[in-house]
């Protein structure tokens, strides 16, 4: 058996090979997309902290600005932790799930947020339409967690029980 490298290609060809029905195919192809691009998009953030949101930070001082960006740029530090760390847990149950809660638990002061901008004293009117739109984001990202989650519970329940001796066919 080869020695595991930093590639995740490797670790995804070992969870392909390690499932046990369709289910599990789909949870791997949900998952560790989900998981990559929340990646991917977290460093751009990091990067371009404003992009996207200039609607709203045009309206800020100079010191909330900063303040927001530091936020931001930490805060997308921490999720791309955090999803390189679910990245090698694989698509069990237990790993998915706390994908799932941490996403919920992330996404729910946005999803506040976005549905009552409109009330935010000072908030600058013009950015409706993009805060609607990250409220749909999180509601996707949401969705699409859940469903890998139950993906990954089909696929535990498709896997096979038992020892290597109790479950290798009989020669009869």
């Given at each position: 058996?080869?020695t595991p490298s930093?590639?995740p290609?490797y670790?995804l060809?070992?969870?392909?090979d390690?499932t ?5 195919k789909?949870c791997i192809?949900?998952?560790y997309?989900?998981?990559?691009l929340?990646?991917i ?5 990091v990067?371009?902290?404003t992009?996207g949101w200039e609607c709203?930070s045009?309206?800020?001082t100079?010191y ?6 530091m936020?931001l740029r930490?805060?997308?530090i921490l ?15 237990w ?9 919920l638990?992330?996404s729910?002061?946005?999803l506040?947020?976005?549905?009552n901008y409109?009330?935010?004293?000072g908030a600058p009117?013009?950015c409706?339409a993009?805060?609607s739109?990250m409220g ?5 990202l ?5 469903v890998a989650l139950?993906?990954?519970g089909?696929?535990k329940?498709a ?10 066919p009989l020669?009869?």
């Amino acid at each position: 058996m080869a020695t595991p490298s930093l590639n995740p290609m490797y670790y995804l060809r070992h969870a392909w090979d390690a499932t046990h029905s369709t289910w599990g195919k789909l949870c791997i192809v949900l998952f560790y997309l989900f998981i990559w691009l929340q990646i991917i998009w977290a460093v751009e953030i990091v990067i371009f902290p404003t992009r996207g949101w200039e609607c709203m930070s045009d309206g800020f001082t100079e010191y909330a600005k900063a303040n927001s960006v530091m936020l931001l740029r930490g805060m997308n530090i921490l999720t791309v932790g955090f999803y390189l760390y679910a990245d090698r847990g694989g698509i069990k149950v237990w790993n998915v799930a706390m994908v799932f809660l941490v996403n919920l638990v992330w996404s729910w002061p946005v999803l506040v947020w976005s549905a009552n901008y409109s009330e935010l004293e000072g908030a600058p009117q013009d950015c409706e339409a993009t805060m609607s739109g990250m409220g749909v984001v999180v509601w996707v990202l949401l969705i699409w967690s859940f469903v890998a989650l139950v993906c990954a519970g089909m696929e535990k329940a498709a896997s096979p029980r038992g020892s290597a001796g109790e479950t290798a066919p009989l020669n009869v």
